[in-house]
Antibody, heavy 118, light 106 residues
Framework: QVHLQESGPGLVKPSQTLSLTCTVS??????????WNWIRQFPGKGLEWIGY???????HYDPSLKSRITISLDPSKDQFSLNLNSVTAADTAVYYC??????????WGQGTLVTVSS | SYELTQPPSVSVSPGQTATISCSGK??????VCWFQQKPGQSPVMVIY???KRPSGIPVRFSGSNSGNTATLTISGTQAMDEADYYC?????????FGTGTKVTVL
């Protein structure tokens, strides 16, 4: 069974960079065929896909966020990370990491709330 | 960008059938997943590849997909099925979520 766990600061100041890490256990991020995703959910709202990194290192981001985000992979630690820069209060959300298995997001982390506030 | 539209809410009596629709252009040509999300919890996949149930998901959950509409059906709905439900598809190398439906079991 694959398990994903998000970690990172729960509070980020406006204009700074939000940095989160997802640690994967029960599976390797360098195993072929999987997409390692970040998804967020604004308070009381629906799910918003942010982007992914493929096991090979190639990335694909939501166009509306593309200029502000970087997703990277660390196979040595079975981790992948999200950096979202120039944050505002509008980026306050629960951030999830999830594994993409083809067209399906089959395993998710528990989510972590990130609040942007001074 | 690709859009998936769901009804905001569906109400169902215990033991009855709940039907949740998900509409998108030529959605029948794509694989659809469905997720259940309860308050304070992360989403759980209940259907993948239109009709398949992951291990551990009750048989009362079923899915279909044709034309422009995918459907999640909950047969014999139980109180524990009260949750938000999201459809999801894969379009041009991106994951797309539906707008979400709140299912209330009255």
């Amino acid at each position: 069974q694959v398990h994903l766990q998000e970690s990172g600061p729960g509070l980020v100041k406006p204009s700074q960079t939000l940095s989160l890490t997802c640690t994967v256990s029960g599976g390797s991020v360098s195993r072929g065929g999987y997409y390692w995703n970040w998804i967020r959910q604004f308070p009381g709202k629906g799910l918003e896909w942010i982007g992914y990194i493929f096991y090979s290192g190639s990335t694909h981001y939501d166009p509306s966020l593309k200029s502000r985000i970087t997703i990277s992979l660390d196979p040595s630690k079975d981790q992948f990370s999200l950096n979202l820069n120039s944050v505002t209060a509008a980026d306050t959300a629960v951030y999830y990491c999830a594994r993409g298995n083809g067209s399906a997001l089959d395993f998710w982390g528990q989510g972590t709330l990130v609040t942007v506030s001074s | 960008s690709y859009e998936l539209t769901q009804p905001p809410s569906v109400s169902v009596s215990p033991g009855q059938t709940a039907t949740i629709s998900c509409s998108g252009k030529e959605l029948g040509d794509k694989y659809v997943c469905w997720f259940q999300q309860k308050p304070g919890q992360s989403p759980v996949m209940v259907i993948y590849q239109d009709t398949k149930r992951p291990s551990g998901i009750p048989v009362r959950f079923s899915g279909s997909n044709s034309g422009n509409t995918a459907t999640l059906t909950i047969s014999g709905t139980q109180a524990m099925d009260e949750a938000d439900y999201y459809c999801q598809a894969w379009d041009r190398s991106a994951y797309v979520f539906g707008t979400g439906t709140k299912v209330t079991v009255l």
